[in-house]
């Protein structure tokens, strides 16, 4: 029988490779990512390392894969200078095609001054910024809002667009309508009525479906 999803060709908005630690315990690796995409008709993925410190492993994917990943550098603004340099070396050399930010993993806010080289080296580079969204207090559909105001012409994508919380996936809904330069990708968000609220209301260019 044939799944219907895979009736359909289809881009993966929102994958990790690499290995995630507790409480997650899940290795996910080149072959299975290209299992996946065969049995599901995925035309591409838009893939990011399972941690700030293992981009060089999505590198190796994407030297494999390079016709259908589309990767996104994973950069811990805690790290300060170091971290903007190989953000930089990344884009720059081996043509990631954008930057992941994972505040509550790494535990910034969205909106910390630290974050503004990032969006600047994106801004020089013209990438998407793609942002963990939905856990207080580091990533807040605010705080996102807060950071499209002060760089308007950064494209960044509001992952999960409020995870699993109500009134996180509204107020991501209100800020992208507030911002033209918020994307909002739907991956991990369980409420379908939001979707189709957010694709009628911010509208469907920016709506990110996974």
């Not at 929102?14 to 690796?29: K, L, Q």
């Not at 994973?74 to 994972?102: S, T």
Request: one cysteine or more; charged letters at 15%.
């Amino acid at each position: 029988m044939i799944n219907p999803f895979a009736t359909f060709r289809k881009i993966d908005a929102h994958s990790h490779i690499g290995m995630f630690g507790a409480p997650f315990n899940v290795n996910f690796n080149a072959e299975m990512l290209s299992a996946q995409m065969a049995e599901y008709n995925i035309e591409k993925t838009i893939l990011c390392p399972a941690a700030a410190h293992l981009n060089a492993e999505l590198l190796e994917v994407f030297h494999q894969m390079s016709d259908t990943v589309i990767p996104l550098y994973w950069v811990n603004a805690n790290l300060g200078q170091p971290a903007y340099d190989d953000l930089e070396h990344y884009l720059r050399d081996f043509h990631f095609a954008g930057v992941k930010m994972q505040p509550l993993f790494d535990a910034f806010t969205a909106d910390s001054p630290m974050v503004d080289p990032i969006m600047e080296i994106a801004r020089h580079y013209r990438k998407p910024v793609f942002i963990h969204c939905g856990h207080p207090p580091f990533s807040l559909p605010w705080q996102i809002g807060l950071l499209a105001e002060r760089h308007r012409d950064v494209p960044i994508v509001m992952v999960h667009m409020g995870h699993g919380h109500g009134v996180y996936i509204d107020a991501s809904i209100t800020m992208a309508k507030k911002f033209d330069n918020l994307f909002l990708e739907v991956s991990g968000m369980p409420m379908g009525c939001q979707i189709k609220n957010a694709y009628e209301t911010v509208g469907s260019e920016r709506v990110m479906f996974h």
